[in-house]
T-cell receptor, first 113, second 113 residues
Framework: GENVEQHPSTLSVQEGDSAVIKCTYSDSASNYFPWYKQELGKRPQLIIDIRSNVGEKKDQRIAVTLNKTAKHFSLHITETQPEDSAVYFC????????????FGKGTSLLVTP | DGGITQSPKYLFRKEGQNVTLSCEQNLNHDAMYWYRQDPGQGLRLIYY???????QKGDIAEGYSVSREKKESFPLTVTSAQKNPTAFYLC????????????FGSGTQLSVL
């Protein structure tokens, strides 16, 4: 089964609105949760990350929240802009793979002007 | 950008042929990884290496092989046993194997002739 589930698979918002992407994970030993943004044909780029000893982290318009008890974490983008349009991936470290990252299937975000 | 170089950018494989994807990093990172990306499937871990001369299978290692003879190099061979090799392959590295930020290469698109 999947170790990291990500929802929704597609998300369309109007410019200026907020976007929220949610992920759940199964390994209680996971301790690192990054979010990557990938534009078409390019490499994934880290946009924000959080560790298990922190509940929330913000960087300008982007924030991530982590609920270790419920094993879920979320990405929040406020005041969305057309250039935010991309595929976003969440990930969690996996104890049974030397803490390599296990990725969700991605969310295709479209921000319309 | 990121100090990881993948080559070639595009690769074509004939039936029954083995092909090798190159990945080199100059970041002095201990850990290196290979991921496969298919549309709508996110990134799936093929192999990872936490230290020179050692590597471990990921979730989808069948039909692939790797070597880690040098710290800076982690080539991936797609063998003829891999029946569906068409995908975008991403190499990554991190400072250590323990839940660290991944730096990705620019990827290799492999297609079957």
């Amino acid at each position: 089964g999947e170790n990291v589930e990500q929802h929704p698979s597609t998300l369309s918002v109007q410019e200026g609105d907020s976007a929220v992407i949610k992920c759940t994970y199964s390994d209680s030993a996971s301790n690192y949760f990054p979010w990557y943004k990938q534009e078409l044909g390019k490499r994934p780029q880290l946009i924000i990350d959080i560790r298990s000893n922190v509940g929330e982290k913000k960087d300008q318009r982007i924030a991530v929240t982590l609920n270790k008890t419920a094993k879920h974490f979320s990405l929040h983008i406020t005041e969305t802009q057309p250039e935010d349009s991309a595929v976003y991936f969440c990930a969690a470290s996996m104890r049974n793979s030397g803490y390599a990252l296990n990725f969700g299937k991605g969310t295709s975000l479209l921000v319309t002007p | 950008d990121g100090g990881i170089t993948q080559s070639p950018k595009y690769l074509f494989r004939k039936e029954g042929q083995n092909v090798t994807l190159s990945c080199e990093q100059n970041l002095n990172h201990d850990a290196m990884y290979w991921y496969r990306q298919d549309p709508g499937q996110g990134l799936r871990l093929i192999y990872y290496s936490q230290i020179v001369n050692d590597f471990q299978k990921g979730d989808i290692a069948e039909g692939y092989s790797v070597s880690r003879e040098k710290k800076e190099s982690f080539p991936l061979t797609v063998t003829s046993a891999q029946k569906n090799p068409t995908a975008f392959y991403l190499c990554a590295s991190s400072g250590t194997a323990w839940s660290e930020k991944l730096f990705f290469g620019s990827g290799t698109q492999l297609s079957v002739l």
